[in-house]
Nanobody
Framework: QVQLVESGGGLVQAGGSLRLSCAASGRTFSTYCMGWFRQAPGKEREFVAAINWSGRSTSYADSVKGRFTISRDNAKNTVYLQMNSLKPEDTAVYYC?????????????????WGQGTQVTVSS
């Protein structure tokens, strides 16, 4: 069992930056692929980014490519999402997720554990 706790959300102006963190419990964190998803009001949850167990491979949604960076520190059991050049359309609840598999999945069903989410609001 893995427990995930997100932090770092908040209110920021368009063009600003935020860094989200996701702290994981358990000794097997370094074996999981980790992902970030987001859900805007009235919309379905969508994939944002994923990173493999070693941190050497990543994938991103087209909407955030070049602006967001996912990274991880296995010694700290933490995955990060650095968000730059934020836009109002990035406003959403951001969720961290863990996948016991090996792929950089972009589908919700591929992930086994989920955090409670952290709110990100970008004002125009």
């Amino acid at each position: 069992q893995v427990q995930l706790v997100e932090s770092g959300g908040g209110l920021v102006q368009a063009g600003g930056s935020l860094r989200l963190s996701c702290a994981a419990s358990g000794r097997t964190f370094s074996t999981y692929c980790m992902g970030w998803f987001r859900q805007a009001p009235g919309k379905e949850r969508e994939f944002v980014a994923a990173i493999n167990w070693s941190g050497r491979s990543t994938s991103y949604a087209d909407s955030v490519k070049g602006r967001f960076t996912i990274s991880r520190d296995n010694a700290k059991n933490t995955v990060y999402l650095q968000m730059n050049s934020l836009k109002p359309e990035d406003t959403a609840v951001y969720y961290c997720a863990a996948d016991r598999g090996y792929g950089l999945g972009s589908a919700e069903y591929e992930y086994d554990y989920w955090g409670q989410g952290t709110q990100v609001t970008v004002s125009s």
